[in-house]
């Protein structure tokens, strides 16, 4: 099960850094989402789920981990939910 989910994550990582981090998520256009930009277009995204969505625990969310956090449910699709 846990193969599924993780080969699912990495299509969808692929789709999603196809289309790269959007504009209105990234504000300071590093390519990456800190909490702080997360938590505009996600309100209800805590400190915790963060962490979680954040799995290199670099303190930011890249391409990658935004699209496995998307495939989760752990956030909804900006490009489809914008």
Do not use: C, R
């Given at each position: 099960?846990?193969?599924?989910?993780?080969?699912?994550?990495?299509?969808?990582?692929?789709t999603f850094s196809?289309?790269?981090?959007?504009?209105?998520?990234?504000?300071?256009?590093?390519?990456?989402?800190?909490?702080?930009?997360?938590?505009?277009?996600?309100?209800?995204?805590?400190?915790?789920?963060?962490?979680?969505?954040?799995?290199?625990?670099?303190?930011?969310?890249?391409?990658?981990?935004?699209?496995?956090?998307?495939?989760?449910?752990?956030?909804?699709?900006?490009?489809?939910d914008a």
């Amino acid at each position: 099960m846990k193969s599924v989910i993780l080969a699912a994550a990495l299509v969808t990582s692929v789709t999603f850094s196809a289309n790269a981090m959007s504009a209105e998520i990234d504000t300071d256009g590093d390519g990456m989402a800190s909490f702080a930009e997360l938590q505009v277009s996600y309100p209800e995204l805590t400190e915790e789920l963060f962490g979680e969505i954040d799995t290199n625990g670099d303190g930011l969310v890249d391409d990658e981990e935004m699209a496995i956090a998307v495939e989760l449910g752990n956030l909804a699709d900006p490009e489809t939910d914008a």
